[in-house]
Protein backbone atom coordinates (compact mmCIF):
# COMPACT_ATOMS: atom_id res chain seq x y z
CA UNK A 1 0.00 0.00 0.00
CA UNK A 2 2.77 2.49 0.98
CA UNK A 3 4.47 1.53 -2.40
CA UNK A 4 1.71 2.32 -4.48
CA UNK A 5 0.86 5.52 -3.08
CA UNK A 6 4.36 6.47 -3.16
CA UNK A 7 4.29 5.58 -6.93
CA UNK A 8 0.91 7.78 -7.09
CA UNK A 9 2.46 10.79 -5.66
CA UNK A 10 5.46 10.25 -7.92
CA UNK A 11 2.95 10.37 -11.01
CA UNK A 12 1.04 13.06 -9.83
CA UNK A 13 3.89 15.72 -9.32
CA UNK A 14 4.13 16.40 -13.28
CA UNK A 15 1.60 18.93 -12.51
CA UNK A 16 3.46 20.44 -9.98
CA UNK A 17 6.78 20.25 -11.91
CA UNK A 18 5.30 22.02 -15.06
CA UNK A 19 4.11 24.94 -12.48
CA UNK A 20 7.61 25.30 -11.06
CA UNK A 21 8.84 25.70 -14.55
CA UNK A 22 6.56 28.56 -15.08
CA UNK A 23 7.42 30.27 -12.00
CA UNK A 24 10.98 30.08 -13.17
CA UNK A 25 10.26 31.61 -16.99
CA UNK A 26 7.04 34.16 -15.16
CA UNK A 27 10.07 37.02 -14.48
CA UNK A 28 9.21 39.42 -11.75
CA UNK A 29 6.31 38.08 -9.64
CA UNK A 30 4.67 40.47 -6.54
CA UNK A 31 4.96 38.79 -3.20
CA UNK A 32 1.35 38.37 -2.27
CA UNK A 33 0.95 36.15 -5.87
CA UNK A 34 4.48 34.40 -4.88
CA UNK A 35 3.93 33.32 -1.50
CA UNK A 36 0.69 31.75 -2.27
CA UNK A 37 1.35 29.86 -4.98
CA UNK A 38 4.37 28.28 -3.29
CA UNK A 39 2.13 27.70 0.05
CA UNK A 40 -0.60 25.94 -2.04
CA UNK A 41 2.57 23.95 -3.68
CA UNK A 42 3.81 23.09 -0.07
CA UNK A 43 0.77 21.96 1.00
CA UNK A 44 0.16 19.64 -2.12
CA UNK A 45 3.73 18.03 -2.00
CA UNK A 46 3.00 17.31 2.00
CA UNK A 47 5.09 20.12 3.24
CA UNK A 48 2.47 20.82 5.67
CA UNK A 49 1.05 17.08 6.65
CA UNK A 50 -2.06 18.38 8.20
CA UNK A 51 -3.12 19.72 5.18
CA UNK A 52 -1.49 17.61 2.51
CA UNK A 53 -3.61 15.61 -0.45
CA UNK A 54 -4.14 12.51 1.82
CA UNK A 55 -6.87 14.51 4.02
CA UNK A 56 -9.06 15.78 0.93
CA UNK A 57 -12.00 13.98 2.33
CA UNK A 58 -11.14 14.83 5.67
CA UNK A 59 -10.98 18.30 5.32
CA UNK A 60 -13.38 18.92 2.61
CA UNK A 61 -15.71 21.79 2.03
CA UNK A 62 -19.04 19.47 3.18
CA UNK A 63 -21.84 22.30 4.01
CA UNK A 64 -23.68 19.48 6.43
CA UNK A 65 -21.13 18.65 8.51
CA UNK A 66 -20.16 22.67 8.84
CA UNK A 67 -23.46 23.12 10.19
CA UNK A 68 -24.80 19.92 11.94
CA UNK A 69 -21.57 19.07 13.25
CA UNK A 70 -19.85 22.42 13.47
CA UNK A 71 -17.16 21.44 11.83
CA UNK A 72 -15.79 24.91 10.75
CA UNK A 73 -12.42 24.51 10.08
CA UNK A 74 -13.98 22.95 6.71
CA UNK A 75 -14.46 26.45 5.62
CA UNK A 76 -10.52 27.20 5.42
CA UNK A 77 -8.72 24.31 4.77
CA UNK A 78 -10.32 22.92 1.56
CA UNK A 79 -9.41 26.44 0.05
CA UNK A 80 -5.64 25.51 0.26
CA UNK A 81 -6.01 21.69 -1.04
CA UNK A 82 -6.31 20.27 -4.27
CA UNK A 83 -7.58 17.10 -5.90
CA UNK A 84 -4.79 16.29 -7.85
CA UNK A 85 -1.49 18.19 -9.79
CA UNK A 86 -2.91 18.98 -12.75
CA UNK A 87 -5.87 20.90 -10.44
CA UNK A 88 -3.34 22.33 -8.74
CA UNK A 89 -1.50 23.38 -11.96
CA UNK A 90 -4.34 24.87 -13.37
CA UNK A 91 -5.77 27.12 -10.33
CA UNK A 92 -2.05 28.07 -9.76
CA UNK A 93 -1.32 29.11 -13.95
CA UNK A 94 -4.67 30.88 -13.06
CA UNK A 95 -3.81 32.86 -9.97
CA UNK A 96 -0.21 33.47 -11.53
CA UNK A 97 -2.03 35.46 -14.49
CA UNK A 98 -4.67 37.45 -12.00
CA UNK A 99 -2.47 38.04 -9.26
CA UNK A 100 0.69 39.21 -11.26
CA UNK A 101 -1.49 41.99 -12.68
CA UNK A 102 -4.29 42.75 -9.72
CA UNK A 103 -1.10 43.05 -6.93
CA UNK A 104 0.70 45.39 -9.38
CA UNK A 105 -1.95 47.55 -9.68
CA UNK A 106 -3.34 47.90 -6.30
CA UNK A 107 -0.39 47.12 -4.49
CA UNK A 108 0.46 44.42 -2.05
CA UNK A 109 -1.55 45.29 0.81
CA UNK A 110 -4.58 45.92 -0.97
CA UNK A 111 -4.43 42.58 -2.58
CA UNK A 112 -3.76 41.14 0.47
CA UNK A 113 -6.66 42.24 2.30
CA UNK A 114 -8.81 41.80 -0.58
CA UNK A 115 -6.94 37.55 -1.25
CA UNK A 116 -7.75 36.95 2.49
CA UNK A 117 -11.24 38.26 2.44
CA UNK A 118 -12.32 36.20 -0.28
CA UNK A 119 -10.52 33.20 1.09
CA UNK A 120 -12.92 33.25 4.07
CA UNK A 121 -16.05 34.37 2.50
CA UNK A 122 -16.12 32.14 -0.55
CA UNK A 123 -16.84 29.05 1.29
CA UNK A 124 -18.88 31.06 3.62
CA UNK A 125 -20.81 32.21 0.17
CA UNK A 126 -20.87 28.58 -0.59
CA UNK A 127 -22.42 26.89 2.37
CA UNK A 128 -25.15 29.30 2.27
CA UNK A 129 -25.77 28.50 -1.75
CA UNK A 130 -26.06 25.06 -0.56
CA UNK A 131 -28.32 25.23 1.64
CA UNK A 132 -30.68 27.58 -0.34
CA UNK A 133 -30.50 25.38 -3.53
CA UNK A 134 -31.25 22.12 -1.22
CA UNK A 135 -34.18 23.60 0.17
CA UNK A 136 -35.64 25.60 -2.68
CA UNK A 137 -35.14 22.40 -5.26
CA UNK A 138 -34.28 19.28 -3.26
CA UNK A 139 -31.03 18.98 -4.42
CA UNK A 140 -27.87 17.12 -2.49
CA UNK A 141 -25.50 20.30 -2.70
CA UNK A 142 -24.92 20.37 1.09
CA UNK A 143 -23.96 16.88 0.94
CA UNK A 144 -20.52 17.31 -1.55
CA UNK A 145 -17.23 17.26 -0.86
CA UNK A 146 -15.39 20.28 -2.41
CA UNK A 147 -11.69 21.09 -2.93
CA UNK A 148 -9.76 24.16 -4.45
CA UNK A 149 -9.07 27.61 -4.92
CA UNK A 150 -10.54 28.00 -7.88
CA UNK A 151 -13.87 29.83 -6.05
CA UNK A 152 -11.39 32.24 -5.09
CA UNK A 153 -10.42 32.78 -8.57
CA UNK A 154 -13.23 32.95 -9.68
CA UNK A 155 -13.76 35.86 -6.96
CA UNK A 156 -10.39 37.84 -8.44
CA UNK A 157 -11.96 37.12 -11.97
CA UNK A 158 -14.97 39.35 -11.39
CA UNK A 159 -12.89 41.92 -9.92
CA UNK A 160 -10.05 42.25 -13.05
CA UNK A 161 -13.05 41.98 -15.40
CA UNK A 162 -14.70 44.80 -13.59
CA UNK A 163 -11.96 47.37 -14.15
CA UNK A 164 -12.09 46.65 -18.12
CA UNK A 165 -15.50 46.07 -18.84
CA UNK A 166 -15.24 47.20 -22.51
CA UNK A 167 -12.79 44.41 -23.04
CA UNK A 168 -12.90 40.64 -25.00
CA UNK A 169 -11.63 37.67 -23.60
CA UNK A 170 -11.71 34.67 -26.10
CA UNK A 171 -13.28 31.73 -24.90
CA UNK A 172 -11.56 28.43 -26.47
CA UNK A 173 -9.05 30.89 -26.95
CA UNK A 174 -10.73 31.99 -30.45
CA UNK A 175 -14.64 32.99 -29.42
CA UNK A 176 -14.82 36.83 -28.39
CA UNK A 177 -16.97 37.65 -25.36
CA UNK A 178 -17.49 40.42 -23.41
CA UNK A 179 -15.81 40.57 -19.87
CA UNK A 180 -18.51 41.63 -17.67
CA UNK A 181 -20.09 38.14 -18.73
CA UNK A 182 -17.17 36.43 -18.78
CA UNK A 183 -17.25 34.79 -15.44
CA UNK A 184 -20.89 33.97 -16.19
CA UNK A 185 -19.92 32.30 -19.11
CA UNK A 186 -17.03 29.96 -17.56
CA UNK A 187 -19.11 28.84 -14.94
CA UNK A 188 -21.58 27.61 -17.55
CA UNK A 189 -18.89 26.23 -19.63
CA UNK A 190 -17.15 24.62 -16.94
CA UNK A 191 -20.01 22.87 -15.40
CA UNK A 192 -21.19 21.42 -19.07
CA UNK A 193 -17.35 19.98 -19.55
CA UNK A 194 -16.43 18.96 -15.93
CA UNK A 195 -19.46 17.74 -14.47
CA UNK A 196 -18.02 17.07 -10.96
CA UNK A 197 -16.63 20.65 -10.81
CA UNK A 198 -17.86 22.40 -7.73
CA UNK A 199 -20.90 24.64 -9.33
CA UNK A 200 -21.72 26.27 -5.62
CA UNK A 201 -17.78 26.54 -5.09
CA UNK A 202 -17.73 28.85 -8.31
CA UNK A 203 -21.10 30.63 -7.62
CA UNK A 204 -20.04 31.51 -4.48
CA UNK A 205 -16.70 32.92 -5.42
CA UNK A 206 -18.75 35.00 -8.06
CA UNK A 207 -20.95 36.15 -5.64
CA UNK A 208 -17.76 37.40 -3.46
CA UNK A 209 -16.40 39.25 -6.62
CA UNK A 210 -20.17 41.03 -7.43
CA UNK A 211 -20.04 42.18 -3.58
CA UNK A 212 -16.93 43.46 -3.78
CA UNK A 213 -17.32 45.38 -7.00
CA UNK A 214 -20.68 46.99 -5.46
CA UNK A 215 -18.99 48.22 -2.33
CA UNK A 216 -20.72 45.91 0.21
CA UNK A 217 -17.43 44.69 1.21
CA UNK A 218 -15.77 47.94 1.99
CA UNK A 219 -16.98 47.84 5.58
CA UNK A 220 -14.36 44.91 6.29
CA UNK A 221 -12.10 45.82 3.12
CA UNK A 222 -10.92 49.05 4.55
CA UNK A 223 -10.08 48.33 8.22
CA UNK A 224 -8.35 45.38 6.98
CA UNK A 225 -6.49 47.60 4.31
CA UNK A 226 -5.49 49.68 7.27
CA UNK A 227 -4.62 47.23 9.60
CA UNK A 228 -2.38 45.29 7.09
CA UNK A 229 -0.52 48.27 6.36
CA UNK A 230 0.45 49.18 10.05
CA UNK A 231 0.86 45.45 10.82
CA UNK A 232 3.72 45.30 7.54
CA UNK A 233 4.99 48.05 8.65
CA UNK A 234 5.10 49.52 4.71
CA UNK A 235 7.01 46.53 4.01
CA UNK A 236 3.86 45.89 0.45
CA UNK A 237 3.95 49.03 -1.08
CA UNK A 238 1.28 50.61 -3.10
CA UNK A 239 0.49 49.70 -6.70
CA UNK A 240 1.40 50.87 -10.33
CA UNK A 241 0.71 49.68 -13.91
CA UNK A 242 4.90 49.79 -14.43
CA UNK A 243 6.75 46.82 -15.20
CA UNK A 244 9.26 46.30 -12.15
CA UNK A 245 12.40 47.12 -12.61
CA UNK A 246 16.22 45.26 -11.20
CA UNK A 247 15.90 46.29 -7.86
CA UNK A 248 14.70 43.45 -5.02
CA UNK A 249 11.63 45.73 -4.42
CA UNK A 250 10.48 46.31 -7.59
CA UNK A 251 11.62 42.64 -7.78
CA UNK A 252 8.12 41.48 -5.63
CA UNK A 253 6.08 44.19 -7.74
CA UNK A 254 6.75 47.28 -5.09
CA UNK A 255 5.95 51.15 -6.33
CA UNK A 256 4.83 54.46 -5.70
CA UNK A 257 1.23 55.42 -4.46
CA UNK A 258 -0.95 55.71 -7.29
CA UNK A 259 -3.61 54.44 -6.01
CA UNK A 260 -5.79 56.81 -8.53
CA UNK A 261 -4.61 54.51 -11.07
CA UNK A 262 -6.62 51.30 -9.22
CA UNK A 263 -10.04 53.51 -8.55
CA UNK A 264 -10.25 54.55 -12.34
CA UNK A 265 -11.93 53.12 -15.58
CA UNK A 266 -9.82 50.15 -15.63
CA UNK A 267 -8.20 51.92 -19.38
CA UNK A 268 -4.70 51.27 -17.20
CA UNK A 269 -5.14 47.75 -16.30
CA UNK A 270 -6.62 47.12 -19.67
CA UNK A 271 -3.62 48.26 -21.24
CA UNK A 272 -1.35 45.74 -19.54
CA UNK A 273 -2.55 43.09 -21.29
CA UNK A 274 0.50 41.84 -22.80
CA UNK A 275 2.41 38.48 -23.68
CA UNK A 276 1.88 36.26 -20.97
CA UNK A 277 2.81 32.84 -23.03
CA UNK A 278 6.22 33.02 -21.53
CA UNK A 279 4.35 31.03 -18.59
CA UNK A 280 1.43 29.31 -19.87
CA UNK A 281 3.20 27.52 -22.56
CA UNK A 282 1.42 29.78 -25.36
CA UNK A 283 -1.76 28.89 -24.64
CA UNK A 284 -4.34 31.18 -23.32
CA UNK A 285 -6.29 31.27 -20.39
CA UNK A 286 -9.30 29.06 -21.57
CA UNK A 287 -6.78 26.60 -23.56
CA UNK A 288 -4.83 25.99 -20.37
CA UNK A 289 -8.24 25.33 -18.56
CA UNK A 290 -9.02 22.56 -20.86
CA UNK A 291 -5.66 20.97 -21.04
CA UNK A 292 -5.38 20.91 -17.51
CA UNK A 293 -8.98 19.60 -17.03
CA UNK A 294 -9.07 16.84 -19.49
CA UNK A 295 -5.58 15.61 -17.63
CA UNK A 296 -7.24 16.23 -13.90
CA UNK A 297 -10.52 14.14 -14.94
CA UNK A 298 -8.33 11.25 -16.88
CA UNK A 299 -6.62 11.02 -13.38
CA UNK A 300 -9.48 11.61 -11.20
CA UNK A 301 -12.18 9.21 -12.10
CA UNK A 302 -14.07 7.41 -9.13
CA UNK A 303 -12.75 10.03 -6.59
CA UNK A 304 -15.72 11.26 -4.13
CA UNK A 305 -15.04 14.91 -4.20
CA UNK A 306 -15.78 17.93 -6.56
CA UNK A 307 -13.04 20.49 -7.80
CA UNK A 308 -13.16 23.89 -6.91
Not at 125 to 150: N, P, R
Not at 238 to 250: K, L, Q
Request: glycine share 10%; net charge neutral.
Amino acid sequence: MFRNRQQRRQRDTQGVMLLAFHLLNAGPIPPVTLITILAQMAIYLDFIPFLGPEKTLQLCLRPDLIIQQRQFYRLIAPVFMHADDWHLYYNMVSMLWKGKRMERMMGGVQFLAILLIFVVLTPVATVGISLGLDQIFDTAYSYQCGVGFSGVLFALKVVLNHLRPHDHEFLFGWLPIPTRYASWIELGVIQMLTPNASFVGHLGGIICGLAYTNGLLNVVYYPLVSFLDTALGGLLENGTDEEPRSNWSNWFGNSRNQQNRWSGSGQQIGRQQGDWSAYTGGLSEEEQMNRAREESLRQRRGYGWNVQ
